[in-house]
């Protein structure tokens, strides 16, 4: 079955400056992925979706890469702010039959002011 | 706001009894899928139904079970409850349920559940 892995380390950065987070995946190679913010408590919401074919993508200050080469995506945020910190799930497509996606363990980020 | 229900939002219980969880999903979604997190863990997927027939089953005990109504909202059933199934319990939904899709997933508040 396919793998995520997402940073288990939280990431602590400064305000204003640029947070990046990384899934990786092994095992398949997916149409698409999802970025999705889950703050404590509270349900996943759904952020981005990036396409095998599109390299990158953009939504105000946030920023999603996919390298497909390197099984790989990138989830940036520029001039980050406290209101930024939560935790950052990525979600594939499942190899078998459906549309359930599977999600990673999220990277906790936090932004200090 | 999704757009999806969940009730209750807080439910207490004693370890042995049964408690059924509902979810209403966002107008037109076909589908709903119920996710498990445990306190500081990932999310954990249990079950999805697509237009009131089952369509994927993840990490789900037998001791839960769940079903799709005709009006499409969905319960989830647990069962000779344990200290561990307390937990925050989600439900999503997505606009349609083939293969292929990207449908995007929407998630309810949840439902926290304690076990004494």
């Known amino acids: 079955s396919q793998k995520i892995e997402q940073n288990s380390e939280a990431l602590n950065i400064q305000e204003g400056k640029t947070a990046t987070l990384t899934c990786n995946y092994t095992?398949?190679?997916?149409?698409?992925l999802q970025w999705y913010r889950q703050d404590p408590g509270r349900g996943p919401v759904f952020l981005l979706l990036?396409?095998?074919?599109?390299k990158e993508k953009r939504k105000e200050r946030l920023k999603v890469t996919f390298d497909t080469t390197l099984k790989q995506s990138l989830f940036h945020i520029t001039a980050s702010q406290p209101a930024d910190s939560a935790t950052y799930l990525c979600?594939?497509?499942?190899?078998?039959?459906?549309?359930?996606?599977?999600f990673g363990a999220g990277t906790i980020l936090r932004v200090k002011s | 706001d999704s757009g999806v229900t969940q009730t209750p939002k807080h439910l207490i219980t004693a370890t042995g009894q049964r408690v059924t969880l509902r979810c209403s999903p966002r107008?037109?979604?076909?589908?709903v899928y119920w996710y498990q997190q445990s306190l500081d863990q990932g999310l954990q997927f249990l079950i999805q139904y697509y237009n009131g027939e089952e369509r994927a089953k993840g990490n789900i005990l037998e001791r839960f079970s769940a079903q799709q109504f005709p009006d499409l909202h969905s319960e989830l059933n647990l069962s000779s409850l344990e200290l561990g199934d307390s937990a925050l319990y989600f439900c999503?939904?997505?606009?349609?349920?083939?293969?292929?899709?990207?449908?995007?997933?929407?998630f309810g508040p949840g439902t926290r559940l304690t076990v004494l």
């Open positions: 095992n398949y190679s997916p149409a698409y």
């Open positions: 990036i396409r095998e074919n599109e």
């Open positions: 107008s037109g979604d076909l589908s």
């Open positions: 979600a594939l497509p499942p190899m078998e039959y459906g549309n359930k996606l599977v």
């Open positions: 999503a939904s997505s606009v349609g349920g083939t293969s292929g899709s990207t449908d995007t997933q929407y």
